[in-house]
């Protein structure tokens, strides 16, 4: 995506995946328009990640915090507060951008695989604060039944809204990918030394990336909630961490739509695969594997390439 | 809320502690395996969780196989060292081939392995609670200065500084561990010296899960061993080598005792949040000193 000429051809693309989306209702069964907005909400979370995994370089390993908070906000605003309905959805996002900002005020200091332990280990106090506190988020059981404002429950409302914030949320990104900051972000995941020796303020970008993926993944957490109408402490539990972190591998991480891809393999696969048998997990293990030695260069080898680091095994080993 | 504090006893404080020092004991043994890992091969090994429980049930499976008193013993020996090649082929077969990785790459693929073997255990041993009755010899408490005590948990006690004086033997006094710590630091260069690299990454790797599986199979006769005890005690091993320092066996140990002692004494101040303590304590050492406490191999 070297130029953003407007191309008729481009023009075209989208508008005709907007339209088959829109359309998808009238001729798919409930279920599938069901399991569509949950694509769309995964993958939005994909790329949330994506933006700063793969277009930012930072191991972010626990990023399925900022999409639970998101969820939980919503959740509790919903069921326990007397505001109007639609200020929760403006704050969750919110808030999970103001957690992003805190976790990343802490990790920023660090890079690389001591960024991501420090913020599995935040993640990991988050998760264990909801995972326990009973009489405020439900504790392992979570909250279901989350009344959710009418225009969601009628007849696929919950699904236009999924595909209208999702399509919106991906426009954004996509610009901030491509902006000048996008750019400087992408150069600091290459080789942040430089970066910082022409005068980048590294952590700072590196602040506000993560304040960005929290809010777009507070904002599937809204999504999630949207669709599902239920919350539970394993939207923020670490094995979900892993699992996007997978979705962008298996879509590939250094392009745009790849997280997005890699989440519509995996939430299609786990449906179908989990109609079959109960071991998906051992199946997805499986994937993994081959994915990783079968397709190596395919996704980790441009940011070794750009980092000039190919040359052989202690390079790799620079944190 | 009022008083809470006070409510605690001497004595009873004292008994959490024991309790929670016996609970250090296998986090430390767990911990110390997977700093092991950590530090020489610099593989973020999330799949040691699932060595831990594969050890538990193993145990299970053997003490009830042989049977009788010495089922127990047999155990003991027998699910570690089953760990330990289960390990070894793992190694061997595929990860000798991805060390040169980035370690997001690594991180992925251990935790590929959870899944299997998640599944795997599943399909062996069933979702069903197993347990493991301790042996004769253990039942009941001895008094330590007026004190209940489970014998177990005192045997337990013995068995953490016995782990932690034959690790500090072998990374400071035996050639391999002396070579672990050079490859650690240089890896290029003891290969150009002439050592086999290679296979002394598999040795320590092999350990570190021999550790895990050891973990596991002491955890069993104290608590259910079910799925999903490979989730909770991998975070908790991370957590216990960060705020330790990456690679440092002795900060595996205090990292332990931290995370041992305030889950003990969180139980008795708030039952309900007892599990947000340690986290929350870690992550309170963690602000201030973001690399361990104990410096890292690395």
């Known amino acids: ?319 | 809320m009022h008083g809470f504090i006070s409510q605690i006893s001497l004595p009873s404080l004292l008994q959490q502690i024991l309790v929670g020092l016996s609970r250090t004991t296998i986090l430390f043994i767990v911990a110390s395996g997977l700093s092991l890992v950590l530090g020489v091969l610099r593989i973020p090994n999330l799949a040691h969780g699932s060595f831990y429980m594969i050890g538990a049930f193993l145990t299970y499976s053997v003490a009830a196989a042989v049977g009788g008193k010495a089922g127990f013993w047999v155990a003991m020996v027998a699910a570690p060292i089953g760990v330990a090649l289960i390990s070894l082929v793992m190694e061997r077969g595929l990860f000798c081939h991805l060390y040169d990785r980035e370690h997001l790459m690594l991180l992925l693929f251990t935790f590929s392995f959870t899944l299997v073997f998640g599944d795997l255990v599943k399909i062996i041993w069933g979702s069903d609670f197993r347990s493991v009755s301790i042996p004769p010899v253990f039942q009941g408490s001895l008094s330590i200065f007026g004190l209940p005590l489970p014998r177990y948990n005192l045997f337990l006690l013995v068995i953490g500084p016995l782990v932690a004086l034959g690790l500090w033997i072998l990374t400071q006094k035996t050639k391999i561990g002396k070579i672990a710590r050079a490859a650690a630091v240089d890896r290029e260069m003891v290969g150009a010296v002439g050592i086999n690299v290679s296979l002394v990454f598999s040795a320590v790797f092999v350990i570190g899960c021999f550790l895990a599986g050891l973990g596991g199979a002491l955890v069993a006769p104290t608590q259910n061993i079910t799925q999903g005890m490979d989730h909770s005690i991998i975070m908790e091993a991370f957590l216990i080598v960060i705020v330790g320092g990456l690679g440092n066996i002795w900060g595996a140990l205090l990292g332990a005792l931290i995370f041992g002692l305030t889950d003990a004494v969180g139980i008795l101040l708030w039952p309900q949040f007892a599990i947000v303590f340690p986290y929350a304590v870690v992550v309170t050492i963690l602000m201030f000193r973001p690399r361990g406490l104990l410096k890292s191999t690395w």
């Open chain 1, 1 to 319: 995506m070297p130029d953003q000429k407007i191309d008729v051809q481009k023009i075209f693309w989208v508008m005709g995946i907007g339209l088959l989306f829109l359309l998808l209702p009238r001729f798919l069964p409930r279920f599938y328009v069901y399991l569509t907005a949950l694509i769309l909400l995964t993958g939005l979370l994909a790329t949330s990640l994506n933006l700063v995994l793969g277009f930012g370089g930072m191991y972010q390993f626990h990023h399925a915090v900022f999409y639970g908070v998101g969820a939980y906000s919503l959740a509790l605003m919903l069921t326990k507060s007397g505001l109007p309905v639609w200020t929760g959805f403006i704050a969750a996002p919110l808030i999970s951008a103001i957690v992003g900002y805190i976790i990343g005020l802490i990790c920023v200091r660090l890079s690389k695989l001591y960024f991501g332990m420090l913020q599995i280990s935040l993640g990991s106090l988050v998760w264990a604060i909801v995972f326990r506190w009973y009489s405020f988020t439900g504790g392992d059981d979570g909250i279901h039944g989350i009344p959710l404002p009418k225009i969601l429950s009628v007849s696929h409302g919950a699904y236009y809204f999924t595909l209208i914030i999702t399509a919106i949320s991906l426009y954004l990104m996509f610009r901030i990918v491509h902006s000048p900051f996008g750019r400087t972000f992408q150069a600091i995941r290459d080789n942040p030394e430089r970066c910082e020796a022409i005068g980048i303020h590294v952590r700072r970008h590196q602040l506000a990336g993560e304040v960005i993926a929290g809010f777009f993944a507070g904002i599937a957490g809204t999504l999630f909630v949207t669709v599902e109408a239920s919350v539970f402490p394993d939207l923020m539990f670490w094995t979900l961490s892993l699992e996007i972190l997978i979705m962008c591998l298996l879509g590939g991480w250094f392009t745009f739509f790849g997280p997005m891809l890699g989440a519509a393999i995996m939430v299609i696969l786990r449906t179908f695969v989990g109609i079959y048998t109960e071991y998906w997990t051992l199946i997805l293990g499986i994937v993994l594997m081959l994915l990783i030695f079968f397709m190596p260069d395919g996704v980790l080898g441009m940011i070794q390439k750009a980092g000039g680091r190919g040359d052989g095994v202690k390079g790799n080993h620079r944190l």
